[in-house]
T-cell receptor, first 113, second 112 residues
Framework: DAGITQSPRHKVTETGTPVTLRCHQTENHRYMYWYRQDPGHGLRLIHYSYGVKDTDKGEVSDGYSVSRSKTEDFLLTLESATSSQTSVYFC????????????FGAGSRLTVL | QQQVKQSPQSLIVQKGGISIINCAYENTAFDYFPWYQQFPGKGPALLIAIRPDVSEKKEGRFTISFNKSAKQFSLHIMDSQPGDSATYFCAASKTYGNKLTFGGGTRVLVKP
């Protein structure tokens, strides 16, 4: 595998609680992404980062925030989880060149009750 | 808005048959079109990609066909095998853009 680890892999939480998902890479890639996967919707971009402390919104960013304090770590936070955020979350990385060639992590399955 | 539309949502094919998945895009600035393959419990992985300067690209049993005027591209899996059973995603982006837009995915089941 390409040195990208997501944690936790599975989490069940209750509505209104904060949740943080972590993505850790050992490839020293510049770009990091958070996607969510839902049936019929494919993969939708939540947020992405193009460097330390440099982040931008994707198409479904409402209710999510991100932080990147080190090259290797990209955190996704749900400030107050809702049932609509039940999903499988994937982190992806790409190098500076060919920034649209993505390597995905194994995913984090989040259930919000 | 869904900039990349993928069909069908699911597909069942017999071993040895041909699987065909179609995608249509809206943004004429897109010039990079990859396909990703995802097995259950795993993250998607790049399978094959094409740029619009060619109309077809083949890698083993997998072929991408591209129609720039129709803004459509498709994946053909020849001689489909049970090991090809997976979910396939098409995607599109600008070559030097940093955001891929994915289609909705197609679950392919190859029956032995």
């Amino acid at each position: 595998d390409a040195g990208i680890t997501q944690s936790p892999r599975h989490k069940v939480t209750e509505t209104g609680t904060p949740v943080t998902l972590r993505c850790h890479q050992t490839e020293n890639h510049r770009y990091m992404y958070w996607y969510r996967q839902d049936p019929g919707h494919g993969l939708r971009l939540i947020h992405y980062s193009y460097g330390v402390k440099d982040t931008d919104k994707g198409e479904v960013s409402d209710g999510y925030s991100v932080s990147r304090s080190k090259t290797e770590d990209f955190l996704l936070t749900l400030e107050s989880a809702t049932s609509s955020q039940t999903s499988v979350y994937f982190c992806a990385i790409s190098p500076s060149s060919g920034a649209n060639v993505l390597t995905f992590g194994a995913g984090s399955r989040l259930t919000v009750l | 808005q869904q900039q990349v539309k993928q069909s069908p949502q699911s597909l069942i094919v017999q071993k040895g048959g041909i699987s065909i998945i179609n995608c249509a895009y809206e943004n004429t600035a897109f010039d990079y079109f990859p396909w990703y393959q995802q097995f259950p419990g795993k993250g998607p992985a790049l399978l094959i990609a094409i740029r619009p300067d060619v109309s077809e690209k083949k890698e083993g049993r997998f072929t991408i066909s591209f129609n720039k005027s129709a803004k459509q591209f498709s994946l053909h899996i020849m001689d489909s095998q049970p090991g090809d059973s997976a979910t396939y995603f098409c995607a599109a982006s600008k070559t030097y853009g940093n955001k891929l837009t994915f289609g909705g995915g197609t679950r392919v089941l190859v029956k032995p």
